[in-house]
């Protein structure tokens, strides 16, 4: 019969901590409730005219705690009114809050911005004032689309709504293959260039092709501000 | 009102009259009714009533009582009339003005709108103009009024570079009684700007 083992208190102590940790223990015992975090935050529309509402939503990854979770919202900019915060009920998963957004004159993006815990979401809101905008392009067409090489094809220009005054969309093309208008802006000639007079939102346009000898496809693209709108052309012998 | 009202045998409810007299602010008012133990309570606004109001003193907000230069300002106070910061971050300016002193706020990287609030402790009285200035850019504008929390009028335009010089908006109903006004100014600090633009107000004309 060996001696009996004695520990001291240190060791006593350590070997109890270990066990907690890796013994193992058939004793059933309740899962840790998982803390739901904040995946999404979006906004409907993501675009507003000044003065209407917007929608937001928080979406969490799981469903929220017994007590709900309440997720803190803001705006960085003032014509953009938010709720201080909302609250995911508990068990669901997301929540919506309205925005409200004030008259401004310019247009303008507040960031809506979303946090639980340490999980932070943004989204971009576009307010935009209700003030004169010249209009865009909406289209560029071509007709007829297939001609013999070194005919006259027609293009057309149409923009959003009239022009204010004498708006010009410039024009390129993928092949040497045509000759596009020029305009005169101000005495100075302006290649690969149409005007669209104001009063108007269309304007048509000559385009010259050379004669070629196999079928050739290609583009003709019309440019106004950020706006691209691009028309084919097909060429046969 | 009526202290008490009886409800007829048989009947759930019974209608009372509510005098009313005519009020120098807008004045909310608790009505309350009480029976077997339960009370109830309803809300009951009353507006101010523009019939027969008229201006009659012209008074300026200057701002000539800021006196630290760059010092933020919530609420500022001058011949009984109070504006208030809306958004965002308003700072007096001693060094500049229409003359100085005035109310200024900053944007930079993009569109940032600042607002005030003007009131006269509940009471009505008459917006009649205010000047506004950039630095660099346009000057994009809304002027709300409003009476009893009912809009009054809604001024909207945009104002030309005027280059850092003050520019004088007047109001385009200047005859309109209101008990709070709205300057919400857009500073269109461009987004290829390294600096910050400044965009201010001076000026305020008001008529109690």
Redesign the interface.
């Known amino acids: 019969m060996g001696a009996p083992l004695r520990l001291c208190p240190v060791v006593l102590l350590v070997v109890i901590s270990i066990c907690a940790v890796a013994c193992g223990d058939d004793t059933p015992t309740a899962p840790t409730p998982q803390t739901a975090a904040l995946s999404q935050l979006s906004l409907t529309p993501a675009t507003v005219n000044a003065g209407t509402p917007s929608e937001g939503l928080v979406i969490l990854t799981g469903p929220a705690p017994a007590t709900g979770a309440a997720v803190r919202i803001s705006s960085s900019d003032g014509v953009a009114v938010v709720p201080t915060s909302v609250m995911v009920p508990a068990g669901a998963a997301s929540a919506s809050f309205t925005i409200t957004t004030r008259l401004v004159a310019a247009d303008t993006t507040a960031t809506i911005s979303a946090l639980l815990s340490a999980d932070k979401r943004d989204a971009l809101l576009r307010v935009m004032a209700p003030i004169p905008r010249p209009p865009t392009l909406q289209a560029l067409e071509i007709e007829p689309a297939t001609v013999k090489g070194g005919q006259f094809t027609v293009g057309t220009i149409r923009l959003t709504g009239p022009a204010i005054t004498t708006i010009y969309v410039t024009l390129r093309s993928s092949s040497m293959l045509v000759t596009l208008p020029s305009c005169v802006v101000s005495t100075t000639l302006v290649p690969s260039c149409v005007p669209v007079q104001g009063g108007t939102s269309t304007a048509t346009f000559t385009i010259t092709t050379r004669p070629v000898t196999l079928d050739t496809v290609f583009d003709v693209v019309a440019t106004l501000g950020d706006e691209v709108r691009a028309g084919q052309i097909r060429l046969t012998p | 009102m009526p202290s008490t009202l009886t409800i007829p045998a048989g009947a759930t409810s019974a209608t009372f009259d509510v005098a009313t007299t005519r009020v120098a602010v807008t004045t909310d008012i608790a009505i309350t009714a009480q029976a077997g133990g339960v009370t109830q309570t309803a809300s009951l606004r009353l507006r101010i009533d523009p019939a027969g109001l008229r201006p009659s003193t012209n008074y300026t907000i200057g701002f000539s009582g800021l006196r630290d230069n760059r010092a933020a300002v919530s609420t500022y106070s001058e011949s009984g009339f109070t504006v208030s910061a ?3 971050e308003w700072v007096g300016i001693t060094t500049f003005g229409n003359p100085g002193p005035f109310l200024q706020f900053s944007a930079s990287g ?6 005030v609030r003007i009131s006269s402790g509940g009471a009505p009285f008459w917006f009649r103009s205010f000047d506004v200035y950039s630095s660099v850019t346009r000057i ?3 002027v ?1 009024g409003s009476l009893s929390a009912e809009p009054a009028f ?1 001024q ?3 104002l030309g570079n005027t280059f850092g010089n003050f520019v004088r908006v007047s109001s385009r109903t200047p005859d309109l009684p209101v008990d709070a006004v709205l300057i ?1 100014l ?1 500073n ?1 600090a461009p987004t290829t700007f390294s600096g910050t633009n400044p965009m201010g107000i001076d000026n305020i004309v008001l008529n109690r």
């Open positions: 809306v958004s965002p993009g569109t940032v709108t600042g607002e994009p504008y809304v709300e809604t909207l335009e945009v919400r857009s269109p």
